[in-house]
């Protein structure tokens, strides 16, 4: 998406395993620990300096990126049955593909990004069973204002209790909620 928009990327993640910002690993989820102070600060010195647009991608965006540098936040979704396969693929911890399906499911992302930058600046994009070209287009829509922003059109919560999927995953067995 930077290419495409003439302007910079910033992978949050990448950034803090690379330069150093973590406060060391969580073992019971088996990651790293991001310190979101050096992160923020490096964040906010490097959107100060550009004159370019900037693509920053990672959970931690609302946590670390100031509101006045937003202009467009696009979350990205997936159907939860989807993300499991992926974050096996992956070979992450169980309990780290629980909590990244639970956050999800309770739509804790779009949640933080909502109260960091306001509903106006926030817009989904379901990227469930779709290539990344077509997710690129409609987020370039987004961006060029060819696509109207949307919403609360994901709802997976209601979507799972619809399928009695709920409390399959309520009870904490990955292994079985496909």
């Known amino acids: 998406m930077a290419k495409r928009i003439g302007g910079i990327h ?20 088996g990651s790293k620990i991001a310190d979101l102070r050096r ?23 609302s946590a670390v990126v100031p509101k006045r540098f937003v202009t467009l936040v696009i979350v990205l979704r997936s159907d939860p049955n989807e993300l499991i396969k992926r974050l096996r693929k992956r070979r992450l911890l169980k309990r780290k593909v629980y909590e990244n399906v ?10 933080d990004a909502i109260r960091s930058f306001g509903r106006k600046k926030i817009c ?11 997710i690129l287009t409609e987020a370039l829509g987004l961006i060029d204002g060819t696509i109207r ?27 079985r909620w496909t």
């Open 39 to 61: 992160i923020s600060n490096w964040i906010r010195k490097r959107l100060s300096e550009s004159d370019q647009d900037v693509v920053v991608e990672g959970h931690y965006a």
């Open 124 to 134: 989904e994009i379901d990227t469930t069973r779709r290539i990344p070209k077509s």
């Open 10 to 29: 910033i992978d949050i993640g990448k950034a803090a395993l690379t330069r150093g910002f973590t406060l060391g690993t969580d073992l019971n989820r």
């Open 149 to 175: 922003p949307s919403l609360g059109k994901v709802d997976w919560l209601s979507r799972l209790e619809e399928r009695g999927k709920l409390d399959t995953l309520m009870k904490f067995d990955c292994t």
């Open 102 to 111: 639970a956050a999800e499911t309770l739509d804790i992302c779009l949640i």
